[in-house]
Structure formats: C-alpha cells, structure tokens
C-alpha cells in the first residue's frame, strides 16, 4: 500500500513518526504548505509535492491522507481528487466531513473507494469502528459525548483547581490544547461537528450539522462549577443525539452530570463516549481524545485496515439508503434543570421568580441561595439564587426566563442548564 500524506502538522508529523516504526504501509508522497519548515518527523526520501491535488493525482499512490483540516478549500479538493482518482482516503477532518459527508459519499461509492475517518471523532477512541461494525446490529437510542478536550480541559480545571474561565483557557492554550482563537472550541461548534457525524453513522442519515442545536461553555462561571458541585453534580460539555420516535434531536449544551458518574470522572483533555443500543445497553467509550500520538493511531488504524481489504461505506449505510430524518424540537426535550439566576437582595424577588415558574408548571426540587459571608467578601449588592427542577419541557423554561428577565428581576442574565437523565423522552410527551 502506498500512501500520500497531505498536511504534515500535528497529526501527520504523529502518523509519520508511528509509520515509520511500522512496515506494513509505505509513504511515497508528502504535501504542506511550506518545504522548508522545521518538521517533528522525518521525510527524506519522501516525494513532496508543493500542490494538494497534483499529489492526489500521483498514479503511485493508493490511498492518500487529508491531514490539513478545514471545512472546505484545499480539504475538499484533496478529497474530490483523490476519490475521482479511484484510490482510498482517510482523513481526521469532521468540519469536512460534517459539511460535505454527503457528497463524499456518494463519490466514493460511485468510485467504489473507501473512506477512513476514525480519528475525526474522539482521536484514539474506537467509537467509528465500533459503530460501523460491533454496534451496527442495534437500533440506536441515543449518543452521549465529551467530544471536546478543549472544553473538557477547561471544566476540569474550574472543578478541581478553582481557576476562573480567563485563566483556564489561558492554561489550556500554553499547553497547545486551545487554538489562539479558541471560540470553534469553546462555541460548541466542534462538538456540533463530531455529533452530526456519529448521528449519521447512528441513524443512517445525511450529516445535519445545521440542525444541531449549540451551546457552548462561555457562560460557565466558577461560581456554576461550585454551586453544582455542592449538590453533587459536575458541568460537561455534552454532544447528544438520540432518536425520539421517528425523529431525531441534535444537540451541545453544557450538562450537570452526576459527581458519581462515568462522565464526571472523564477529566482534562480526555473523551468518552456514551452509546445505547436497543440490544447492546449502555456502552462507555474513554480516552485520549487529541494529540499526535493518539490521533495518528486512529488514522494509522484505518490505512491498515483498509490495507487489509476493509470496505464500510462511509456512514456504515450505503449512500443510496441514508435518508433524511425530520427534527425533534429542543424546547420540546423534557429533563430537570439547573438555574441560576442573579437578583438584587431585596425582599419579595425569591417569592415573584418562584411565582413565575410555579405559573409556567415548573416543579422546583431544591433552592439554595448563595451564602452570605461569601457575598460579603466579594462586597456584592446582589445574591445567587439557585434552583434544582423536576423534569421540565425546554418550552416551559424558556417561557419562564422570559417572564423573570420581563419583570427586571435579574442583575445579568439567567442561566439555565440540563442535567443528565436517564429517562426515555417518548413516555413525556405521552
Ligand atoms: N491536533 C489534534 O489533536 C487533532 C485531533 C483530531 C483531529 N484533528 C484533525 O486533524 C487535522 C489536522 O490537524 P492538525 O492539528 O495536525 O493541524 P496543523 O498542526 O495545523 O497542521 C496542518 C497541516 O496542514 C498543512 N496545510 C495547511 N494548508 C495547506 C495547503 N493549502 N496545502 C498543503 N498543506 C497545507 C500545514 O502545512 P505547514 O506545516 O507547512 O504549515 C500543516 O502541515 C484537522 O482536520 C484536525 O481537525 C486534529
């Protein structure tokens, strides 16, 4: 097997470091953006190619490997050249995938190539080839994923180092985990990305990354981080995708999970992936979700595995059978909730908040309002009143902050997150 690599940064300095301790697979071609540039791996004896698709176009090669990242450009024509050439593509790239899966696809089919993209989801995690192979027997019900080490880095680091967000994203960006403009991270988008891919391995469905629903951890204060873990609880930005009825929600929002749980315990830049099939149950996927190392493994994976005849189509369903599904309402997924709502300390507001959510059907299963001393040290006029709710409809909730935020009871706006359960949506809506 001979292979072009397309991008010799991060991950494919790390595949060519792993590869040139293995002998199963050959590198004849290597593409960047600059010849002379101080490399972490070696490519003496190694064919360069100033041009992308002049590479991909190189009868020499068999399979070629995007290494570059982007949503489109240079990726994307990598991509359409070498799937029109008839060879092998792997890629690490879920803003390509997620954009233009479709049409990949169908390429690769018509041109009976296959596509690898283990590494575009969670790096070392083996959640892809589990889906496309172990799992494909189940009907999924839902996927559950810290899909971002970034955000995962940053959480971990309010929980057990009490940093506020600023210092965190700092730490996180000296140590090469955030990029200088971290917001694809932070933003939610990446998560979005990794989440539509694995709902289209999941549902057999075209990738729908405009459909999912995005929150980020921007809003995540310090002060969230403690009152949660007061009550038990740790904040993890999740990616969802779960089939409800004969539809399907897509969604990343900062989570409560339980301190007791397997994704409380997924700290630092790690991933983990939550997958529940009707037969198989629950299975818990962790690891090294970045890096070098861990990210050229999975690319490394796939090459071999193709090398050894593999032929999955790229959302495990062949292309002519991927069929749009339609969309359930967020506001319609029903779970308790986490509020947290600044007001000023006058007597009267704890009892017009409860009010309004008592009038909107919200059910509160625990208040706390933050302690005094603490206030009084950080000399502030307005206090934390946090509320705990029973399962509630994203609906009632959003009506309820309008009416609080209406009634000017709020010194900043309202924060309102879902905590984690284990609960069919289906029985809710019955
Ligand atoms: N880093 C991770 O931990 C990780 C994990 C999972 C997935 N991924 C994915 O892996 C891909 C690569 O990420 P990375 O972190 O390795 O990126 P990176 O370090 O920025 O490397 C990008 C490489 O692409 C080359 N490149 C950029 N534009 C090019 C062009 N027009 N023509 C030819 N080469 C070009 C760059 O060349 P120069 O070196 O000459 O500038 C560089 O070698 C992305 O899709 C990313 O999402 C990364």
Redesign the pocket.
């Known amino acids: 097997m001979r292979i072009a690599v397309?991008?010799?940064?991060?991950?494919?300095g790390g595949l060519l470091n792993l590869l040139q301790q293995r002998d199963s697979v050959q590198v004849v071609a290597v593409?960047?953006?600059?010849r002379h540039?101080k490399r972490t791996c070696s490519i003496e004896g190694i064919a360069w190619y100033d041009d992308?698709v002049t590479m991909a176009r190189d009868a020499e090669v068999d399979l070629v490997v995007e290494?570059?990242?982007g949503e489109g450009g240079?990726a994307l024509d990598c991509a359409r050249t070498a799937l029109q050439q008839g060879k092998n593509f792997v890629t690490?790239?879920?803003?390509l995938l997620a954009r233009h899966g479709a049409e990949i696809s169908r390429l690769a089919e018509a041109k009976g190539c296959v596509i690898g993209w283990e590494?575009?989801v969670a790096?070392a995690v083996p959640v892809v080839a589990a889906m496309r192979q172990s799992l494909l027997a189940n009907n999924t019900q839902r996927i559950t994923g810290i899909v971002n080490g970034t955000c995962n880095y940053i959480l971990s680091r309010l929980e057990t180092q009490n940093e506020d967000f600023a210092t965190a994203l700092r730490g996180a960006q000296e140590k090469g985990y955030a990029e200088a403009d971290p917001r694809a991270d932070t933003q939610g988008f990446d998560s979005a990305q990794k989440i539509a891919l694995l709902a289209a391995l999941a549902f057999a469905t075209p990738p729908a990354l405009d459909e999912v629903s995005v929150e980020g951890i921007e809003q995540v204060s310090l002060d969230d981080v403690n009152f949660a873990k007061r009550r038990g609880f740790a904040i993890r930005l999740l990616a969802i995708a779960e089939r409800i009825e004969d539809k399907i929600s897509l969604r990343v929002h900062p989570t409560l999970v339980r301190l007791d749980s397997d994704f409380a315990a997924v700290c630092g830049v790690r991933n983990a992936i939550l997958y529940q099939g009707d037969f198989s149950g629950q299975v818990f996927l962790a690891g090294q979700g970045?890096?070098a190392a861990a990210?050229a493994s999975a690319v490394a994976g796939d090459i071999l595995d193709i090398a050894r005849g593999r032929s999955t189509p790229l959302f495990g369903t062949p292309d002519a059978k991927l069929n749009p599904l339609p969309f359930f309402p967020l506001q319609d997924i029903v779970s308790p909730w986490y509020l947290h709502f600044r007001v000023q300390d006058k007597v009267g507001v704890v009892a017009a908040i409860a009010t309004v959510l008592s009038e909107c059907n919200i059910s509160i299963s625990a208040i706390l309002q933050d302690d005094t001393r603490a206030r009084q040290q950080r000399a502030m006029s307005c206090v934390s009143l946090l509320m705990w709710t029973h399962r509630t409809p994203g609906s009632a909730v959003a009506r309820a902050l309008h009416a609080i935020e209406k009634a000017k009871l709020l010194q900043g706006r309202a924060v309102a997150w879902r905590i984690l359960d284990d609960e069919p949506q289906v029985e809710q809506q019955a």
Do not use: H, S
Not at 6 to 12: D, I, N, R
Not at 31 to 34: L, Q
Not at 92 to 95: D, I, L, S, T, V
């Open positions: 397309a991008g010799l940064g991060t991950v494919g593409c960047a953006r600059t540039k992308v290494l570059m990242g240079v690490a790239n879920k803003a590494a575009a790096a970045a890096g990210t």
